[in-house]
């Protein structure tokens, strides 16, 4: 790996402008800013920040960097990142988190990462999905959490939405409901096939005519969440539902749901049933009256993930978390 001297030598400045051009680059002249960035460039060099960390005599402090694609920028599973934190201080630990904005920013991330010199490493995904690992990780001590390799080089910690969804559907049928409308997340996401294989499993399981689901997957989009209002009109001729139930894919269809049902002046859970999926970080219980939900255990992931690196786990494979039913009043 290139050091600092390396750099200073090939852009022909002293170590003190390197490390100008590295902390304070309004420091320097454009022009030689532009020379030892072409340098750094040249070599791969990666800063090693860690050596600027304080520790008491003979301390070490152990460090677990994030490298989070949409996790820490979108609201829905933000709890990952925190159960990293909490987990890794109870240990004594420190964490950092680096984001990833979009596929192409990979690169920068690494680097960045990897400039903190890290002792063990988790990448976290906002929404279960497939990840390519970027190659410079390939030799750390590297845990997935909410997402997997394909290739399964990789310990990976994620939901068990499959058994989540079967438990969910199994109370359903247990309630006395039989005539389901089923608006799923995109068919080309992880969890929109597992949720309904989950979902057609429990109801063959119950001895059911599979001919009784009605099935849809949303397109891949946010705009496509306003489908939902077609699906349900579509299926309420005259006002009058022929489902008794909505299984929804997420929270916020079902938020969509209760806002077209009780539009139409059907009741919750007395007309129509509805049961959601995430359990949303303080919005469940603002429905009315309050959402039936799969809760996603975004903490619990985290926490494990976190565990993983701390204990030096010898783990290997997929690893699934529990997805348990908060029942509310909407079944």
């Known amino acids: ?3 600092l001297k390396d ?3 090939l852009a022909n400045v002293s170590l003190m402008t390197v490390s100008r051009a590295i902390n304070n680059p309004e420091l320097l002249k454009p022009d030689t800013l532009k020379q030892v960035q072409q340098a750094i460039q040249t070599l791969n060099y990666v800063p090693d920040f860690s050596a600027r960390k304080i520790r008491g005599k003979g301390a070490k402090i152990s460090t677990v960097g994030v490298l989070a694609l949409d996790t820490a920028t979108t ?3 933000v ?6 934190e909490q987990t890794a201080r109870q240990f004594g630990w420190s964490s950092f988190v680096v984001n990833i904005t979009s596929n192409d920013d990979n690169e920068r991330a690494v680097r960045q990462l990897l400039s903190q010199r890290p002792d063990g490493i988790i990448y976290t995904t906002m929404g279960l999905r497939e990840v390519s690992i970027p190659e410079g990780l390939h030799t750390y001590p590297l845990v997935l959490a909410n997402c997997i390799d394909p290739q399964q080089n990789f310990p990976a910690y994620i939901p068990d939405d499959y058994h989540g969804q079967y438990h969910a559907m199994c109370k359903l049928i247990e309630k006395g409901y039989r005539r389901p409308l089923c608006l799923y997340i995109p068919k080309e996401t992880l969890a929109g096939q597992t949720r309904r294989e989950a979902v057609e499993s429990s109801w063959k399981s119950a001895g059911l005519p599979q001919e009784a689901l009605k099935q849809y997957h949303l397109a891949p989009g946010d705009e496509h969440y306003l489908d939902v209002i077609d699906l349900i ?3 309420c001729e005259s006002g009058k539902p022929d489902f008794d139930v909505v299984v929804c894919g997420n929270d916020r269809i079902a938020f969509l749901a209760y806002q077209v049902l009780l539009s139409k002046g059907l009741r919750i859970p007395k007309d129509v049933a ?5 359990n ?7 429905f009315y009256p309050p959402l039936s939900t799969v809760v996603l255990p975004h903490y619990q992931l985290g926490q494990e993930a976190a565990l993983h690196i701390i ?3 010898k783990i290997e494979g997929t690893q699934y978390v529990s997805c348990d039913l908060l029942e509310r009043s909407s079944i």
Request: aromatic share 6%; proline share 3%; net charge negative.
């Open 280 to 286: 949303m970080i303080a919005v469940g219980e603002l």
């Open 1 to 3: 790996m290139a050091s």
């Open 274 to 278: 509805v049961l959601g999926y995430d």
């Open 79 to 84: 709890e990952i990142i925190l159960s990293i």
């Open 311 to 313: 204990e030096q786990r």
């Open 7 to 9: 750099v200073a030598r």
């Open 75 to 77: 609201p829905y599973s």
């Open 233 to 235: 009109n579509r299926h």
